[in-house]
C-alpha cells in the first residue's frame, strides 16, 4: 500500500532531532561486571570481525561486560529470543527490523554493524550475467524472503527487462549456481559467497542491489527492546562503544578479527576468512568520516521504509522510533 510522502518526511525529520546531541564517550559501566547475551544473525563470519576483535582484544571486558555469543537456531530465531527476554542485544537486517515492528514488536535498532547492503545478485562462469539487462529470459534463484522478491521486480522494472522467473532454493544459493539449476541468485553476500566464489575460480560475476535500483539499506543492525533502551540505557551506550573501539583494532590490524574468528569457529578457512575480512572492512563504517561508529542515516532509513512501504510489505508507516543513535560516541542528550 502506498502511504503518503509526509508521513515518511515526517518520520525522517523526528529521527534526525533525536540523533543529536554532545554526549561524552562512555568506556565502562562503573560497577561490576555486566553479562550481554548477544545473538547472532547467523554463524561466526567476517560480518562478525569487529565483535570477536573486541572480545578478544578485551574491549568489552575492559568495560565491565561479559558477552556472550549465541548462535541462532534459524536466521528468523534473533528478534524472537530478544523480544521473548531471551537476549539482550541481537543483530539483524533493517528490513527484518522493520517487519518485525510492523508485527508489533518493540524492538529498536541501535547502531549499524554494517552499513550497505551485502546482498547481491550473483552469477557464475563465462555465460555470468555481466549487467541487469541480461537477467531478460533467465531464471534467478532467491532464499524466498519476500522482499528479496520486491528487490527483483524493483530490478527488473528499473532496466526495463521482463520474462524474469524467480525460483526459490532456500539458502543452497551457491549449490543453485554451481549446478546451473539457476542462472543467477538473489541473497548470496558479495563480500562472503562472492569472495569465496572467486578464490574457487568460479569467476563469479556481482551486482550489488543498491547500484541496480533497490534503496540503499544498513544489512546488518543491533537490535534491543526499546523497553531496555530507556532502562539500561549506560549499558547498551558502554557495549556499542566497546564494540566501535573493536572494529577500530580491527581496522589498524585486520588480522585480529581473522585469528578471533578462526578461534570461534574452527570450520573457517584462513584463507578465505582472510580475503573476506579484507572486502567486508570498509562496511564497517560511515562513508561520512565525520559521523560515528554505528551511525544510521534517518533519510536514508525513511527512503527504504517509503520503498518497503511501496512494495506492500508494510501495513503501515515505519515510526520514528524505530532506530535511534543516541548510544553512539558524540550523540544522545
Avoid at 534526525?16 to 564517550?25: E, R, T, V
Avoid at 542485544?89 to 529498536?108: C, F, H, K, N, Q
Avoid at 542491489?209 to 551506550?237: H, M, W
Wanted: proline share 7%; with cysteine.
Amino acid at each position: 500500500m502506498r502511504k503518503p510522502l509526509a508521513a515518511v518526511c515526517a518520520l525522517a525529520a523526528a529521527v534526525a532531532l533525536a540523533a543529536c546531541g554532545s554526549k561524552k564517550d562512555v568506556t565502562t559501566t562503573g560497577g561490576g561486571t555486566q553479562r550481554v547475551r548477544l545473538v547472532l544473525d547467523y554463524l561466526p563470519n567476517p560480518d562478525h570481525a569487529g565483535i570477536y576483535t573486541a572480545i578478544s582484544e578485551g574491549d568489552f571486558r575492559r568495560a565491565g561486560l561479559d558477552v556472550q555469543p549465541i548462535v541462532p537456531s534459524d536466521p528468523s530465531a534473533p528478534l524472537k529470543l530478544l523480544a521473548s527476554g531471551r537476549a539482550d542485544v541481537a543483530i539483524s537486517y533493517e528490513p527484518e527490523l522493520l517487519l518485525a515492528r510492523d508485527r508489533g514488536l518493540p524492538v529498536v535498532a541501535f547502531g549499524a554493524l554494517v552499513q550497505v547492503p551485502l546482498t547481491s545478485i550473483m552469477s557464475i562462469g563465462g555465460h555470468g550475467l555481466r549487467d541487469v539487462g541480461h537477467l531478460q529470459g533467465k531464471t534467478v534463484g532467491t532464499a524466498g524472503i519476500p522482499y528479496q522478491s520486491a528487490y527483483l521486480k524493483t530490478i527488473t522494472q528499473h532496466a526495463g527487462v521482463s520474462n524474469v522467473k524467480q525460483v526459490d532454493v532456500g539458502f543452497n544459493l551457491v549449490p543453485a549456481m554451481l549446478s546451473h539449476r539457476v542462472d543467477a541468485t538473489l541473497g548470496a553476500f558479495w563480500n562472503v559467497e562472492g569472495v569465496q566464489l572467486a578464490r574457487a575460480h568460479k569467476d563469479p560475476h556481482i551486482i550489488r542491489i543498491e547500484k541496480a535500483g533497490v534503496p540503499t539499506y544498513n544489512e546488518l543492525v543491533l537490535v534491543a527492546r526499546a523497553q531496555d533502551l530507556r532502562s539500561r540505557g549506560e549499558l547498551f551506550r558502554t557495549f556499542v562503544q566497546a564494540l566501535a573501539r573493536g572494529h577500530r583494532s580491527l581496522r589498524r590490524d585486520p588480522a585480529l578479527g581473522v585469528n578471533a574468528l578462526l578461534a570461534a569457529d574452527r570450520d573457517l578457512r584462513r584463507p578465505d576468512t582472510e580475503a573476506q575480512v579484507r572486502a567486508t572492512l570498509p562496511t564497517f563504517f560511515p562513508a561520512d568520516p565525520n559521523r560515528p561508529w554505528g551511525y544510521m542515516d534517518p533519510s536514508q532509513w525513511a527512503a527504504y521504509a517509503r520503498w518497503m512501504q511501496d512494495n506492500r510489505l508494510l501495513t503501515r508507516p515505519a515510526s520514528p522510533r524505530a532506530l535511534t543513535n543516541e548510544f553512539l560516541a558524540g550523540e544522545g542528550p
